[in-house]
């Protein structure tokens, strides 16, 4: 079986965002290609050789990245690939300071404190021809957690396996009793990208917050650049926990988890800060808040889009709140992780003629795949 290619360059057509309040399932398949060409800096091409991080800050770069430059990566799942039948349960096979594994972190050449680090996601290959998924004692959003202590049981623990068809973009859901199946769109993803946190503090990589992490938003994958304010010299990019697919807010705690093979385009717009993790696609700005309670988050990420939208068009702040008000949409990242996330979208269309962040995500967005072996090297 060949794995799947989906990819954001501009020429061939590419798998289309779809735009605010519509399912992520609207976009049509397109089924994979292999392109030649990179970009002008070149690629990047790194084997963590099983070796990854499980936080953010404090931790060594693995190598640099140049502005500009394609990184070539591999990342493994969330319970470290250990987790491969369905009696594999996690609680039974799974160490848990090692679960949400991240590959790098990664310098990148010329970041620095005050700068936004753009990061454009060109590909996202599924390394494995299924995906796995599970629900495990106090986690998830419909379950007694050690934050929401309830007497009652927590949810039995059980695991599913989700093969995936390359060829037709398709992940199939299986019951583990009664013969029932659904096929489902393949809509690869990063559930965990971020950078070093502020004031030299050390976040797990289960934790989303201000510099990226587990965010669990299915909007990071082909076509989109995610931008990330740089706490510390070099930025320290780090991500993993690719998911085959994801539903909002990720209630069962976990999504169709995959290793992936990942191409992403860096590059840095200098001395511009960025408070909260934001997304820009084609056609809509997204803004990310990440908190508890639930509500914080969503105040979050609507504050950061009503002052973003006001920089962008010069308008005053209560006509930013006024047009977010009746043309923004929100949508939930995941409800199950130690803080929760919101997003807050509004379409490109509303803004008027506006350049977002010095316009870097139409000129990675222009970026062409490099040609790549399965072992994830440039050929």
């Avoid at 393949?186 to 946190?197: Q, Y």
Wanted: hydrophobic share 40%.
């Amino acid at each position: 079986m060949t794995a799947p290619r989906f990819s954001a360059a501009t020429s061939p057509p590419t798998m289309p965002v779809p735009p605010p309040g519509a399912s992520p399932d609207a976009a049509p398949f397109v089924p994979p290609s292999t392109w030649p060409g990179t970009s002008p800096k070149g690629v990047l091409a790194y084997d963590p050789a099983g070796v990854y991080a499980y936080r953010f800050g404090a931790t060594e770069p693995v190598a640099e990245v140049e502005r500009g430059q394609v990184l070539v990566t591999t990342t493994e799942d969330c319970f470290g690939g250990v987790i491969t039948t369905v009696e594999d349960l996690p609680s039974r096979v799974c160490r848990f300071d090692r679960l949400n594994p991240v590959t790098g972190p990664f310098h990148v050449r010329g970041a620095e404190p005050g700068d936004t680090l753009a990061v454009h996601v060109l590909d996202i290959t599924p390394a494995r021809p299924f995906g796995v998924s599970s629900t495990f004692p106090h986690f998830g959003a419909l379950t007694g957690t050690g934050a929401t202590a309830m007497l009652h049981p927590p949810l039995p623990e059980r695991v599913w396996l989700y093969p995936i068809d390359p060829q037709t973009g398709t992940v199939f859901f299986q019951t583990t009793g009664a013969a029932f199946t659904a096929a489902l769109p393949l809509r690869p993803m990063l559930g965990t990208i971020g950078v070093a946190p502020a004031g030299g503090e050390v976040r797990s990589s289960i934790v989303p917050d201000r510099h990226g992490g587990n965010l669990d938003v299915p909007a990071v994958g082909p076509g989109t650049t995610l931008y990330l304010g740089v706490n510390v010299p070099g930025a320290l990019l780090a991500f993993g926990d690719g998911h085959a697919r994801q539903g909002s807010g990720e209630v069962s705690g976990v999504a169709v988890e995959i290793p992936t093979r990942t191409t992403l385009a860096v590059e840095v717009v200098k001395g511009v800060p960025t408070p909260w993790p934001r997304l820009q696609t084609d056609a809509t700005l997204t803004s990310i808040g990440a908190a508890r309670p639930l509500e914080d988050a969503f105040r979050i990420s609507h504050h950061d889009l009503v002052r973003w939208v006001a920089e962008l068009t010069g308008l005053e702040e209560l006509d930013a709140l006024q047009l977010v008000a009746q043309a923004g949409h929100a949508d939930v990242g995941n409800v199950c992780d130690p803080n929760y996330t919101m997003l807050a979208s509004i379409a490109l269309q509303h803004l008027g003629a506006t350049t977002v962040y010095d316009g870097v995500h139409q000129r990675l967005r222009a970026t062409r795949l490099p040609d790549i072996d399965r072992s994830g090297g440039q050929r």
